[in-house]
């Protein structure tokens, strides 16, 4: 059974830090991973998708990676603002394209 | 990108109940779509998978009898709460897979909030 886990759960950092989000999955069968944004009370923004074959994908200061074999993916955000403080939820899809989720890190960035 | 809507997306009723929950894809045809829950600060639970024109298919330990979802057309599914108790509060977000070549991309609707009085 895949399982997700996000380190660290919150995370308070700051204004202008690059920090470091981990999001590691039991199983590495997956077919890709998504990093999501939830503010609170909100849906979810998605931020970055990674296909199975790719290692990285880019948007403006964000950097996600993806390690499969060592079921490990992280999001790097690079020079944090107060607008980035949020939930970030990763998760996995499998071929059955059901999305098993992490279980968050909330990100507290102060001004 | 692909817009998938929800509606209501606040919704308070009494113990006894039964609550529709409708999620939209609005631009794009959804043959499958996802219904997950969310307590508060924890993270999504998948409740069932809904493929459009077939009974849904309900992860474990998830009331089929409780939460009755009906995927009538391509773009539209529907979560039913049933005989709603207060325990049945949550943030009920759904997603529609779009599964075009080159996009196997999910996309998220805004969420409901349910709250059961």
């Known amino acids: 059974k895949q399982e997700v886990t996000q380190i660290p759960a919150a995370l308070s950092v700051p204004e202008g830090e690059n920090l470091v989000l981990n999001c590691s999955f039991t199983d590495s069968a997956i077919y890709n991973l998504q990093w999501f944004r939830q503010d609170p009370g909100k849906g979810l923004t998605s931020l970055l998708l990674i296909q199975s074959s790719q290692r990285e994908q880019t948007s403006g200061r964000l950097n996600a990676s993806l390690d499969k074999s060592s079921g490990r993916s992280t999001l790097y955000i690079a020079a944090s603002q107060p607008g980035d403080s949020a939930t970030y939820l990763c998760a996995v899809t499998s071929g059955t394209y059901k999305y098993i989720f992490g279980t968050g890190t909330r990100l507290k960035v102060l001004a | 990108g692909a817009v998938v809507s929800q509606h209501p997306s606040r919704v308070i009723c009494k113990s006894g109940t039964s609550v529709k929950i409708e999620c939209r894809s609005l631009d ?3 043959t499958t779509m996802f219904w997950y829950r969310q307590f508060p600060k924890k993270s999504l639970m998948l409740m069932a998978t809904s493929n459009e024109g077939s009974k ?24 039913t709460v049933t005989s709603a108790h207060p325990e049945d509060s949550s943030f009920y977000i759904c997603s529609a897979f779009r599964g ?8 998220f609707g805004p969420g409901t909030r349910l709250t059961v009085t």
Do not use: P, R
């Open chain 2, 28 to 30: 794009f045809q959804a």
């Open chain 2, 56 to 79: 849904a298919t309900y992860e474990q330990g998830v009331e089929k009898d409780k939460f009755l979802i009906n995927h009538a057309s391509l773009t539209l599914s529907t979560l």
């Open chain 2, 100 to 107: 075009t070549s080159g996009s196997d991309e999910q996309y």
